[in-house]
């Protein structure tokens, strides 16, 4: 009766051993498909090439309405690791990348804020690098694409462009009101730093660049 029973176990532990490796079978195929889906969320979370607007409220926000509209400010947004980051060019800070969340904690409460994904083609390896190399660069004051530095539509302009291709055109850029006179900000602006008004010289503007890529791109809600 012993032996019986020794031989009932044995063969009950031989039918229950199986059970972990029926589990692991089961195991591996589902970590591979939660890893997948991870891993695909984090793909189309990927907001790098999306166009930050700011429609601001200083001096220098009012003095660019004069001149070409109600978009005074532009930047770029690039993901890494799951974290959406700005690369834009201001006075304050030159190029410098932040967390959208710092970018926008920067900004005035009343200043509106719309974020534009380009649904046309560009070069997100060559945008990334432009980017990346432009951080720490000076803030281009004079407004001059001869120079190794940077105003936030120039930036942005440069980083969707191809190589020798530019995606984004130049245009002759217009300091002067709608009544065809210099406000007294940009006199003064360029006084300061002794270089001419670049009147009718090539460039951009943050408006420019949003008329552009608006019918061409959708909308984004960005969330932290």
Known sequence: MNENLGQRNIRTFKRFSFIPWMLLLYAIPLVIYVGWLYCHWR???????????LVGKGAMDEAIKDATGQVTHVGIMITQK???YVVDATPEYGVSKRTFEEWEKAKAPDEQVLCLQPTF????HYLKEVCEHAVGS?????FSIYNNRYYCSELVQLAYASIGEYVIPLQPMNWRNSDGDMPSFWTEWFDR???PIPEG???TNPQQIYEFVKPQSRVLKIEN
Do not use: N, Q
């Not at 793909?43 to 607007?53: E, I, P, Y």
């Open 43 to 53: 793909a189309t979370d990927d907001r790098t090439g999306t166009l930050v607007f």
């Open 82 to 84: 799951g974290k959406h």
């Open 121 to 124: 083609h560009f070069d997100i």
């Open 138 to 142: 000076p803030y281009d004051s004079a």
């Open 193 to 195: 730093i002794g270089t």
């Open 201 to 203: 010289e090539p460039g």
